[in-house]
């Protein structure tokens, strides 16, 4: 295992992506796994690409961690002893620090029951496993770059509301918060899912084609919930009851057709 790993942290021949790093801050990644194999084999892959590296063997061990040192993704197992991937995710969701900061789940690309579990758990995306490990800092880094963009479009929400509701306590009439919001901007829920195309874990290119219009849907209705829990936001600080109500509708009818896309798509993945 150890000599794996220097193999694929130290061939230079290996067709892995570029780095990426010049001059710009090292981006810190918190692997969770209790398999020390597959935590050896994460560090050394991410270490040579320019990331730092901290491990944790469970999901209990990974909240303290991630208190103490505040990583910018998580690189979660499923599977574990004492805290699995699932609670993880739900108690990193609960607290204010953590709330949206990546989380990638590794689970096997067939397992849709598992993905559509940790999507609902809050993680932010998911590598399929076996990890095909030339493509993985690529997708990490496409992730990073996502998330830190979608971070800047929820401050600019953040003031935009405020201004809104200070507006409507002073008595003005608005438009609906949603009209000044990008539409073609992917929620945190499924921010580095697009990236699944073009990463060779659908192997030949006429089933990437084949799967593109299915993930190109799947980004328009999570862009949709996106847009749906911004305008829910701003109707509970107007306290408007009765559109609280019809986005509570709207965002159910959205979030099931997230899950029959997941299944369609996760269909022809194994197919």
Known sequence: MREMAQDLAGNSSAPMD??????SPTASILVVDDDPGQRLLMRKVLEHKGFEVMEAADGVEACRINEEHRP???LVDLMMPRMDGY???????????SADVPIVVTTSRDDIASIVRAYDAGATDFVPKPVNWLVLSHRLRY???ASRAF????????????????????????????????PGIPSNAMIGVSGMISDR????????????????ELDSVVAQISRLQTQRSVAKV????????????????AMIERDRLVAQIGTGIGA
Not at 87 to 97: D, I, K
Not at 201 to 216: C, D, E, I, N, R
Not at 238 to 253: C, F, I, Q, S, T
């Open 87 to 97: 609670e993880l995710c739900r108690e990193l969701r609960g607290q204010t620090h």
């Open 72 to 74: 910018d993704l998580l």
């Open 238 to 253: 107007r306290g408007n009851a009765v559109r609280l109500n019809a986005l509570a509708e709207e965002l159910d009818a």
């Open 143 to 145: 992730i990073l770059r």
């Open 151 to 182: 971070a800047d479009l929820g401050r600019n929400q953040e003031r935009l509301t405020a201004e809104e509701a200070a507006e409507a306590t002073n008595g003005s009439k608005l438009e609906p918060a949603a009209s000044s919001h990008e």
């Open 18 to 23: 570029g780095d990426e790093t010049g001059g």
């Open 201 to 216: 874990a659908f192997g030949s290119l006429s089933t990437k084609v084949a799967l593109s219009f299915g993930w190109v």
